[in-house]
């Protein structure tokens, strides 16, 4: 037993060993080749890529792999929820990625800190027409730092067999309209059965709530004098909140402390009108994978979400970035690499993917009819959170998350948990 | 024994495994759960109101967790990390153990301190100093980086647990061994170590299942996804579309299997080492 | 001294582990008394016999324990000394991801973490919790894997089987995956709890949510916790328990002892080294626990579910204060030293024979 480990151990040793000097190899200047370049590229990209366009990935690998033969790339996938732990780990080493794949809600703590290598915008397609929610997460004192990955915008999803059957043939188009609508589905359902919600509203799910705050004309935080400071309190936001919670007060009966992780596996269940969520959430409801029933199929669709204001309720343009690490030593290949994953073949792969591009050309691609049409509509009025330094540790440390339940449960009234949301918010939304 | 006494005992024996059976049913119910789970079909398990038996049994789970790309590579990580670690700490744990349990030496006092001060040290403040280490060793992304970072927090249990097994075996049986001629280590091969059996194989227990389980170091230090164990492959089963219970549960029964496997083996060896009482005269 | 005495008086429940004072004569063992090895938890301090001592004189005997320890001593030193400096130190600094990123040396802050977090009411509240916790989960998993220990060896020796096959069951299932099984029994919308608990007539939990209230919430979290701990316990516990030789509980009851009384005065002292090593390990643990609190609240634990382990891990890695975090890092161990004092007694009582 004793040998088998020293064994191991010694073959471990030497690939350790062959490992680093294949890293020492290529210290010359002298420009190779690229057919000649050898060595590893290492991508790590969400799971998203995974689950929902592994084939594209595979593509870019292999043209990727004509330009340059001799590179073997390594695309490894990370989780959501735990990866910037790994990258903090890793971007403080010596071997780092080549590329990662930020939220862009992450990215603007990493640029103030020196994370990334800047990128030339020129060098990608469509980079004159980028989303300004991706562009802007990517951009510190005129420079560019990421790559726009793709978007995605919320929108209304509701069960077209229930509407029909409170005699409604089409979407809600304005406010009015949609609590109209609700108010018909949970006196014909609600009644029967005590956990119908007409329309799903998990008390903690904070995309949704502040898109009330900024339709109302509200911000989450706002810089002034060079620092920034928590606006949840100003009348406007308070206003949008308010609004969100009577929504959620009124045609909501689930459990208002969670948030909206599981909510295909809740609207799965065949117990909810309406809700808001991203247009693949109507797909996973009917998916038994994720916790939805195969038997709701073809009973979803999706519309553009009107707000209280008269116009489309301004969603949380969520999307993903992709950055080379400064420390990075094949940079080079790293923007190769990410001009072909990103370029418009692969942007129409994800547009076919239900998802929305990068770039405001081929939104318009996004076909109005479709399932993402009303995302594409929506996408317009997008925003997204403060780019503050600190904002990462607002999301992390779940300040939204909490001033929500507190009011959604009613344990606190709008105004004083915005109050005492601010005050968390000031104390973190500075820091590097 | 007079008969009264007799039927209270029996009636004691009664209520004593009834309640045995109760503490074991209470104790089984999630796992019960994980197995009903993993083995029903998709359509039962978030059946309202749940059903306590399953309507019919599926392997679509087991397929389908088995079919994901990395799997195979994932048991082998584990495998290896699990072995590695548990062989190597039984190996220099057993050493530190006999120093302890059959020496008295200047420093002694010292090296308890720190076994006892190691296992107090929360592991997530540890995480990037450990990581930075093993960066600058060339030891990330590497089994052999993980299996030293597990050596480390094992090693102070193991050497503890070991340090009362051989406490309990007679240094008499070594003194007759070195009257016979053996050295003072001669004699702990051939009377300590066979005596010690049950006691290695208790502690290589411990030592597995925190291996085997251990999640947050082996993120944070493999990178590559078919080097990463089978801890780390169960996450994703929860994907950003929901949790698929289904397959979280069948791969949750097949990462328990070799553990309990391996333990069920192992339990009856330790408990035939106690039972029957491995010095005789 | 040795395990055949007759029963000891309560005032003397301490002597098994009464260590021999240097150069005090030990009684020798009466030959072919039958010795059984030690379980995990019995810690009763081996008798150095005076061959091994006159051994010590020779310098290579001087050595050999140096050798032996040297692999565990070097191993500890490599992996875990210079990080745990780096944690230290760290926690003096004022480290940023700018930093961590370039590799520079942060700025030095002496004691000013320390200053603001011990200073901080809500530090304090999740220390206060943390201990409350730790006292629950120890207390209840002690009181259960005691019961559980003495009860296996009265039931049937099928029922002692499936006691230990769920038991082994139970320890082999990964945390993760006990998290996930609890988190969604005890779900709101579609957790087996509530609509158990529904069953029973006038009480209403459908959509009842446990998390709602902290006290709940913790509630079901320590019941994960306890669930975990309970088969380590008890089954070191019912190994030490073989240790007891029948005929001193034997010798007992014709004195008359019995139930509680027999327990303490007879099964427990030779016990006691077990019971102290599962509790100090359990609270230890209990104490740093942070991955069922992680996974229970689904990687975002609200303010009222910070423990010390969460506490910290948040500093670090959710809003960047790696020095804050490494501060309470620091801190929690200095409590558990703290608190683990009686338990370093003991130790080295035990080792004391230098």
């Given at each position: 037993m004793a040998e088998r480990i020293s064994r191991f151990a010694a073959g471990v040793g030497t690939l350790v060993l062959l490992a680093s000097m294949a890293g020492c190899g290529s210290g010359d200047d002298k420009p190779v080749p690229a057919a000649e370049r050898s060595g590893d590229l290492t991508v790590w990209l969400t799971v998203d890529a995974q689950e929902s366009w592994p084939d594209l990935v595979s593509e870019v690998n292999a043209r990727f792999r004509k330009a340059y033969p001799k590179i073997n790339v390594r695309v490894q996938y990370q989780q959501w929820t735990s990866k910037n732990q790994k990258i903090d780990a890793a971007l403080a080493g010596q071997q780092v990625p080549d590329v990662v794949e930020m939220g862009n809600s992450e990215t603007t703590n990493y640029l103030v800190n020196g994370a990334f290598a800047p990128v030339d915008p020129a060098k990608f397609d469509h980079s004159e027409e980028w989303l300004g929610a991706l562009k802007d997460a990517c951009r510190m004192d005129g420079r560019t730092y990421c790559v726009p990955y793709y978007a995605g915008a919320r929108v209304g999803i509701y069960r077209t067999d229930l509407l029909k059957k409170v005699g409604v043939a089409h979407a809600p188009r304005s406010y009015p309209e949609l609590l109209a609508d609700l108010d018909k589905l949970k006196r014909k359902f609600g009644t029967k059965d005590k956990n119908f919600s007409a329309f799903y509203m998990p008390g903690r799910y904070w995309y949704a709530a502040m898109a009330f705050v900024k339709d109302a004309g509200g911000e989450m935080a706002v810089k002034k004098d060079g620092r920034w400071h928590g606006a949840l309190?100003?009348?406007?936001?308070?206003?949008?909140?308010?609004?969100?919670?009577?929504?959620?007060?009124?045609?909501?009966?689930?459990?208002?402390?969670?948030?909206?992780?599981?909510?295909?596996?809740?609207?799965?269940?065949?117990?909810?009108?309406?809700?808001?969520?991203?247009?693949?959430?109507?797909?996973?409801?009917?998916?038994?994978?994720?916790?939805?029933?195969?038997?709701?199929?073809?009973?979803?669709?999706?519309?553009?979400?009107?707000?209280?204001?008269?116009?489309?309720?301004?969603?949380?343009?969520?999307?993903?970035?992709?950055?080379?690490?400064?420390?990075?030593?094949?940079?080079?290949?790293?923007?190769?690499?990410?001009?072909?994953?990103?370029?418009?073949?692969?942007?129409?792969?994800?547009?076919?993917?239900?998802?929305?591009?990068?770039?405001?050309?081929?939104?318009?691609?996004?076909?109005?009819?479709?399932?993402?049409?009303?995302?594409?509509?929506?996408?317009?009025?997008?925003?997204?959170?403060?780019?503050?330094?600190?904002?990462?540790?607002?999301?992390?440390?779940?300040?939204?998350?909490?001033?929500?339940?507190?009011?959604?449960?009613?344990?606190?009234?709008?105004?004083?948990?915005?109050?005492?949301?601010?005050?968390?918010?000031?104390?973190?939304?500075?820091?590097? | 024994m007079n008969p009264s006494s007799a039927r209270r005992s029996r009636h004691g024996r009664f209520t004593a495994n009834a309640l045995g059976l109760l503490f074991s049913a209470v104790m089984a119910f999630p796992i019960y759960w994980m197995l009903l789970t993993a083995f029903r079909p998709a359509e039962e398990i978030h059946h309202s109101p749940p059903q306590f038996w399953p309507g019919h049994l599926t392997l679509e789970h087991f397929r389908r967790a088995v079919d994901t790309p990395t799997f195979w590579a994932n048991v082998r990580a584990s495998v290896l990390i699990g072995i590695g670690t548990v062989v190597v700490s039984l190996l220099i744990g057993t050493l530190a153990a006999f120093a302890l349990a059959r020496f008295s030496f200047a420093g002694r006092k010292a090296f308890v301190l720190v076994i006892l001060g190691v296992q107090m040290i929360p592991l997530a403040g540890l995480i990037i100093p450990v990581y930075l280490l093993l960066s600058d060793a060339g030891l990330t992304d590497s089994l052999l980086g993980v299996v030293l970072t597990y050596l480390v927090f094992m090693l102070p249990f193991t050497v503890w647990l070991l340090r009362g097994f051989i406490v309990g075996i007679p240094v008499e049986l070594e003194e007759a061994a070195m009257v016979d001629g053996c050295t003072r280590l001669g004699a702990f091969r051939r009377v300590v170590l066979p005596l010690l059996a049950p006691g290695l194989v208790a502690t290589s227990i411990y030592a597995l299942v925190q291996a085997w389980n251990e999640y947050v170091l082996a993120y944070v230090l493999l990178s590559s996804n078919d080097k990463q164990t089978l801890s780390i492959w169960l996450v994703s089963f929860q994907t950003s579309f929901g949790t698929d219970y289904g397959g979280l549960m069948a791969g949750a029964t097949l990462t328990a299997l070799p553990v309990a496997v391996f333990f069920a083996i192992v339990q009856r060896r330790v408990a035939t080492g106690l039972a029957t009482g491995a010095v005789k005269g | 001294m040795e395990t055949a005495d007759p029963p000891r008086p309560p005032e003397t429940p301490e002597t098994p582990e009464t260590p021999g004072t240097p150069g005090s004569p030990r009684v020798r063992r009466t030959p072919g008394a039958p010795r059984r090895p030690r379980t995990p938890g019995s810690r009763r301090q081996g008798a150095h016999a005076p061959g091994a001592r006159r051994a010590l004189r020779s310098a290579r005997r001087l050595a050999l324990p140096y050798v032996l320890i040297a692999p565990t001593v070097l191993a500890l030193a490599a992996v875990l000394g210079y990080p745990l400096v780096d944690l230290l130190l760290l926690s003096f600094q004022d480290m940023t991801r700018r930093q961590l990123f370039s590799g520079t040396a942060p700025p030095w802050a002496g004691l000013d973490h320390y200053r603001t977090i011990l200073s901080d009411g809500f530090f304090w509240t999740v220390v206060g919790r943390t201990a409350l916790f730790t006292v629950v989960c120890v207390g209840a998993t002690m009181l259960l894997a005691m019961v559980v220990a003495l009860l296996m060896r009265r039931v049937a020796p099928w029922v002692r089987m499936t006691m230990v096959g769920v038991l082994v069951a139970v320890w082999a299932m990964p945390i993760m995956v006990a998290a996930s099984i609890f988190r969604w029994l005890s779900d709101a919308d579609y957790g087996v709890v509530n609509w158990l608990l529904g069953l029973v007539p006038g009480l209403d939990f459908s959509k009842h949510n446990w998390f709602d209230n902290p006290w709940q919430g913790f509630a079901v979290i320590a019941g994960v916790v306890v669930w975990g701990a309970v088969p380590f316990a008890a089954i070191t516990l019912q190994a030490a328990l073989g240790q007891v030789p029948a005929e001193l509980e034997e010798a007992a009851m014709v004195d008359g002892a019995r139930g509680l009384q027999l327990f303490r005065h007879v099964t427990f002292p030779v016990i006691k080294p077990a019971v102290v090593l599962v509790t100090s390990l359990s609270a230890i643990w209990d104490f740093g626990v942070f991955n069922q609190i992680w996974l229970m609240r689904g990687g975002q634990p609200e303010k009222d579910y910070y423990l010390l382990g969460v506490y910290s891990f948040i500093e670090s890695f959710a809003v960047n204060r790696y020095s804050v975090g490494a501060a309470i890092a620091v801190i929690t161990v200095l409590m558990l030293l703290g608190g683990a004092v009686v338990y370093v007694r003991q130790i080295i009582r035990l080792g004391g024979a230098e």
């Open positions: 309190s100003s009348a406007r936001s308070v206003a949008g909140l308010t609004a969100w919670k009577d929504l959620l007060e009124a045609y909501y009966v689930g459990d208002r402390s969670k948030d909206n992780g599981d909510e295909p596996a809740v609207v799965g269940q065949g117990r909810v009108g309406m809700f808001y969520g991203n247009t693949w959430e109507a797909k996973a409801a009917t998916d038994s994978r994720s916790g939805g029933d195969p038997a709701l199929r073809g009973r979803f669709a999706t519309f553009a979400f009107p707000g209280p204001s008269g116009e489309l309720l301004p969603p949380f343009l969520g999307g993903s970035t992709l950055a080379i690490p400064a420390k990075s030593e094949n940079q080079d290949l790293a923007g190769d690499w990410i001009r072909m994953f990103t370029d418009r073949t692969a942007q129409r792969r994800l547009i076919a993917a239900d998802t929305l591009p990068n770039n405001t050309a081929q939104l318009r691609e996004v076909a109005a009819g479709g399932v993402n049409g009303p995302a594409a509509r929506a996408a317009e009025r997008g925003w997204v959170t403060p780019l503050a330094p600190g904002w990462g540790a607002v999301e992390k440390s779940n300040i939204l998350q909490e001033m929500l339940q507190d009011v959604a449960t009613g344990k606190q009234s709008v105004a004083d948990a915005a109050k005492a949301a601010d005050h968390r918010i000031d104390a973190v939304i500075n820091e590097n | - | -």
